[in-house]
Every structure is written in C-alpha cells, then in structure tokens.
C-alpha cells in the first residue's frame, strides 16, 4: 500500500511539473503563401516592363496557384503569354481588362488574389497597368 501510495504522489508530481512546461508550438506545413514578385532585389523599368522579366513572374507567383491548366477558375489561366491575353482582355485599355478590374477591386469580395491572400503590391500593379497601356507586348 505504501508503494502505492508513493507512485500515486509521484506521479501527481510529475504531472505537475510537466504542465508547467511551456514551448511555442511547433510550426505544422504551411501553404506556400503568395510570393512578392515586385523586383525588389532586381531593377524593374516600371515605365517599359517586360512580360518575360516583371509581369509573367507576377502571375505565376500570385494567379496561377488557382489559374493554371488543372483549375482555370472562372476560365482564366495565368501560365503563358496566350493564356493570360484569352478573356476580357484589352490591350492599351486596362480600366476595360477584367484582370486589371480584379488586381484593383476596392471589395476583398471580389478581389484577385482572394483573401486571405494579400493584395498585389502598388508596385505590381503599377507594373500590369503600364504593361497594359503599352499594348501588353510579349517581350
């Protein structure tokens, strides 16, 4: 009875001096989140982009998780030059262009890339916008 007694105090003891460890958590697998693709650490001419070099890498990073060849949503793709320009899209007209309409969306609603997802930068934008308005050459 006496050995019981002791492994039950033990026990208790123990218990309590393990709750009182405390850690942070370990992370579990993530997402992956959406990239910032805006060439911070490479020049971008804001004024000229190139499709290649400043506004395909935006897509990919951002759009193409949920547009792409698997899952088109609302049927538009994000992989290639000819996939981007096949819906709603305007050359030299962005405030026409449904994709540009949806990268500047006010309602997080209706928004691309959709919440929780954070908004493209003002730079990325700034970036499509002018690609846009130059005739969204494939260069």
Excluded at 1 to 10: A, E, F, G, Q, W
Excluded at 11 to 25: N, R
Excluded at 83 to 99: E, M, S, V
């Amino acid at each position: 009875m006496k050995h019981l007694i002791l492994l039950v105090v033990s026990g208790m003891v123990l218990s309590l001096a393990l709750s009182a460890c405390k850690h942070a958590p370990m992370p579990g697998p993530q997402a992956p989140g959406i990239i910032d693709s805006s060439g911070v650490n490479q020049p971008v001419d804001t004024a000229n982009p190139s499709f290649s070099n400043a506004i395909l890498p935006i897509f990919i990073a951002n759009c193409s998780g949920c547009h792409n060849d698997n899952l088109a949503n609302d049927g538009y793709n994000f992989t290639t030059y000819e996939k981007i320009k096949a819906k709603k899209f305007y050359p030299g007209n962005p405030d026409d262009t449904k994709l540009y309409e949806s990268i500047t969306e006010d309602d997080d609603e209706d928004r691309m890339p959709q919440v929780p997802n954070p908004r493209l930068s003002s730079g990325q934008i700034l970036l499509i916008r002018n690609w846009i308005l130059q005739g969204a050459l494939n260069n």
